[in-house]
C-alpha cells in the first residue's frame, strides 16, 4: 500500500508540475516549458512517445522508436522535416511534386551533400565513402510513396540520381543520432 501511495503521489507530483509549468502539447503538438506526448515538440520540458525532440529537458523514443521523415521533390530540389532523427527505423514519406518523375535514393556518408563523387551524371553510388542503403526507383510526378528503412548514427545525404538531377541541386543532409 505505502508503494501505491507514493507512485500516487509523485504521479500528481508530476502532473502538477507539468501544468503550472506551461501546460502540454498533444499529438503533434509543441509546449514550451511544458510537456508534449506523441510526436511532440517541447522545450524546456519533456516530449514522449513518438520520437519528439526536446531542448533542456527529455526525449522519449516512443514505443517502437520509430521516426516519419516528410520529403518533397520538385524540380530540382528535395526538402526533409525534420533534418535530423535518432536512430532506428525511418519512415520517408515522399511526395514528388514536380512535374517530372524522380528517385529518392538515401545514402550514407561523411562526404557533403553537395560533394558527392559523379560519373556520367549521376551519383556513384558504389565509390569509396559513399554506401547507398536504400532507395525508391521511381516517385512519379504527383505521386506520393513511403519507404521505411533502419539507419544507424551519422551522416546521410537523400537525392535523386536520375542524370543530371543531382548537379542541379536535388539533395538534401539528414543526420541521424
Same mark, same amino acid.
Request: proline letters at 3%; aromatic letters at 4%; glycine letters at 14%.
Given at each position: 500500500? $505505502?508503494?501505491? $501511495?507514493?507512485? %500516487?503521489?509523485?504521479?500528481?507530483?508530476?502532473?502538477?508540475?507539468?501544468?503550472?509549468?506551461? @501546460? @502540454?502539447?498533444t499529438t503533434g503538438g509543441t509546449a514550451t516549458g511544458g510537456t508534449a506526448a506523441t510526436g511532440g515538440t517541447a522545450t524546456g520540458g519533456t516530449a514522449a512517445t513518438g520520437g519528439g525532440t526536446a531542448t533542456g529537458g527529455t526525449a522519449g523514443t516512443g514505443a517502437t522508436g520509430a521516426s516519419s521523415v516528410?520529403?518533397?521533390?520538385?524540380?530540382?530540389?528535395?526538402?526533409?522535416? &525534420? @533534418?535530423?532523427? &535518432?536512430?532506428?527505423? =525511418? +519512415?520517408?514519406?515522399?511526395?514528388?511534386?514536380?512535374?517530372?518523375?524522380?528517385?529518392?535514393?538515401?545514402?550514407?556518408?561523411?562526404? %557533403?551533400? @553537395?560533394?558527392? &563523387? +559523379?560519373?556520367?551524371? =549521376?551519383?556513384? +553510388? +558504389?565509390?569509396? %565513402?559513399?554506401?547507398k542503403v536504400d532507395e525508391i526507383d521511381q516517385v512519379a510526378a504527383g505521386e506520393t510513396t513511403s519507404l521505411s528503412t533502419e539507419l544507424a548514427g551519422g551522416a546521410y545525404v537523400v537525392i535523386c540520381n536520375l542524370p543530371g538531377h543531382y548537379a542541379q541541386g536535388m539533395y538534401q543532409g539528414l543526420t541521424v543520432e
Open positions: 500500500m $505505502r508503494t501505491s $501511495r507514493a507512485t %500516487g503521489t509523485l504521479l500528481a507530483t508530476v502532473l502538477v508540475v507539468a501544468t503550472a509549468c506551461g @501546460g @502540454g502539447g516528410a520529403a518533397d521533390e520538385t524540380e530540382y530540389a528535395i526538402t526533409l522535416d &525534420p @533534418g535530423d532523427v &535518432p536512430a532506428g527505423t =525511418v +519512415t520517408f514519406d515522399v511526395t514528388n511534386s514536380g512535374a517530372r518523375s524522380h528517385q529518392f535514393v538515401v545514402i550514407r556518408t561523411d562526404l %557533403g551533400a @553537395g560533394d558527392l &563523387p +559523379t560519373s556520367d551524371g =549521376v551519383v556513384d +553510388t +558504389t565509390a569509396d %565513402g559513399v554506401e
